[in-house]
């Protein structure tokens, strides 16, 4: 299909197109969708086909530009310079806009009118006039189903309280805002009701099953020289809204190969005082063999921007103790331990687009902190300050309905002359570095970058690869690699809960990759 332009008295070919005799209309209508972006109007004089070919005959008329356009009745004064010296093909777009300013200010039933509109050669004249009626307000918000949590939760969680002056895209947006959330299931759409003089928000929902047990079991050779197997676990317990608060509780323990363990305690207070302001804590302790105990105890002040955007103000206590053969370890430098203490201040900043807090499949989050504090040792005796640092980035994208990948990006380091082993990042494991050990490679400064393609069987079943590529540096040893994992996974939601499993294989320095050395690693799921 040939489309042929007249501009100045004679036809010349534009674009020649592909198509069949049943789509030869969707072609058509395609193209001059495409080609009305850039012209007001198009005409098409004739059609004809000859030799089995068609070919279609159009002309352009020239754009129009907005000049001397007068607003009457702004009561708001919206912003005139968004229409003024804008192309008359986008008129449209900026009454939708007009008519969407005054819905998000009070005003849905905004309407607007051309009056003594003049078109010369290239520009339009002439004024719009805007009238609305009543300013609204919701006055109200009526919660249907099964809620069981303090309302003020659920109105900070979709950014409107009742009161709030009348905001179409806020009220728009509900929706979207409790899908993302991990605490409801929507009935049925949300609804508005207006009255001559009020307006009504329903809200359909049913508190979701948010408490859940999780339990991991790792199988992984014991060392290099004898050919065993060991056993890893970790076992997680999420409690949420049990004080009916909608505050949360996660509890984990984690035992790892070569008699390591660590246990995490973690607890949210989300909007304190019905404020934006919400309290976060966490605790943690782990212990290396007999060689040292760590334990660090976090907590931060967190306030939501928007729905996207937040803001925290954090604080860490961090403390690692020497247990075997202190004296030894105080009293040389070469051993790479000692007993540390440090006080960090910090401020973190998220970005979060996901659509689902637990099972993303579109969106992006970034989370971001930075810390400062003064560290005590016992083989300095001064104090030294001390930086760390960190950004995570993950972003899912949607193929389609089947076939979704995440790509991530983690980065953080610790900067100060002397950083001693018992207070390094620890990487390796299914959480972090898959293919390795857990938490086998200690390391000052670290990058990790992940590609994982999934693919969803059916809506019960999905399968996964995966390739984590990592760059590490060990401070105190002066060494540094390019580590590397990959794998394959599966994730089968059944009645009891979900099941998943990974076979994942690494690489590291100039070690060979053996099938023997594989990680495997077995989780189930319960809600309840």
Not at 144 to 168: A, S
Not at 216 to 245: C, H, P
Not at 338 to 359: E, R
Request: charged share 25%; net charge positive.
């Amino acid at each position: 299909m040939d489309f042929l332009c007249n501009d100045n008295g004679d036809y010349k070919l534009i674009k020649t197109i592909k198509y069949n005799k049943k789509d030869s209309l969707t072609k058509i209508n395609k193209f001059f969708k495409i080609y009305k972006k850039n012209k007001l109007l198009v005409s098409i004089d004739s059609m004809s086909i000859k030799n089995k070919k068609h070919n279609v005959y159009f002309r352009r008329i020239k754009k129009y530009d907005f000049k001397f356009l007068s607003i009457q009745n702004d009561s708001l004064n919206f912003n005139k310079s968004k229409i003024l010296g804008n192309k008359c093909e986008n008129l449209n777009n900026y009454s939708n806009q007009i008519i969407e300013y005054y819905s998000d200010k009070g005003y849905p039933f905004t309407k607007i009118t051309y009056d003594s509109i003049v078109v010369d050669s290239t520009n339009i004249k002439g004024s719009i006039s805007i009238s609305n009626d009543k300013k609204y307000k919701f006055d109200d918000i009526i919660i249907k189903g099964n809620f069981n949590t303090r309302k003020n939760f659920l109105y900070n969680t979709i950014m409107i309280k009742p009161g709030d002056v009348y905001n179409e895209t806020k009220f728009l947006n509900i929706r979207k805002y409790l899908e993302k959330s991990s605490a409801f299931e929507m009935i049925k759409s949300p609804e508005i009701l207006f009255t001559e003089n009020e307006a009504f928000i329903f809200i359909y929902l049913n508190q979701k099953k948010s408490n859940y047990f999780y339990g991991l079991a790792g199988f992984q050779r014991k060392n290099e020289i004898e050919n065993k197997y060991t056993i890893t676990g970790e076992v997680k317990l999420n409690l949420f809204n049990s004080l009916k608060q909608a505050e949360s509780i996660n509890i984990s323990w984690n035992s790892n190969i070569n008699n390591t363990k660590s246990l995490i305690f973690e607890t949210n207070y989300p909007f304190i005082f019905n404020s934006l302001f919400s309290l976060n804590y966490k605790f943690e302790l782990f212990k290396k063999d007999t060689t040292y105990i760590n334990d660090k105890s976090s907590f931060s002040v967190e306030y939501k921007l928007n729905s996207k955007n937040f803001l925290f103000l954090n604080f860490e206590k961090f403390n690692s103790n020497i247990i075997l053969n202190k004296e030894f370890y105080s009293n040389n430098s070469n051993t790479g331990y000692s007993d540390v203490n440090y006080f960090y201040y910090g401020i973190g900043y998220m970005y979060n687009s996901l659509n689902s807090n637990i099972n993303a499949s579109k969106g992006l989050n970034i989370n971001t902190e930075f810390f400062s504090g003064n560290k005590n040792n016992n083989i300095e005796q001064n104090k030294k300050i001390q930086f760390k640092y960190s950004l995570n980035i993950n972003y899912f994208i949607p193929l389609n309905l089947r076939n979704i990948i995440n790509t991530s990006f983690k980065l953080a380091a610790i900067e100060n002359e002397k950083v001693f082993e018992n207070e390094l990042f620890r990487l390796g494991g299914i959480n972090s570095l898959k293919g390795f050990d857990d938490e086998s490679i200690l390391a000052s400064k670290y990058i990790i970058a992940l590609l994982k393609y999934n693919f969803k069987i059916d809506r019960n079943t999905t399968i996964y690869s995966f390739f984590n590529n990592a760059f590490y540096y060990n401070q105190f040893k002066n060494i540094d690699d390019n580590p590397y994992g990959f794998g394959i996974g599966l994730e089968l939601i059944t009645k009891p809960g979900k099941i998943s499993l990974v076979y994942a294989l690494g690489k590291q320095f100039n070690n060979p990759i053996y099938i023997k050395n594989a990680k495997i690693h077995v989780g189930f799921t319960a809600e309840f």
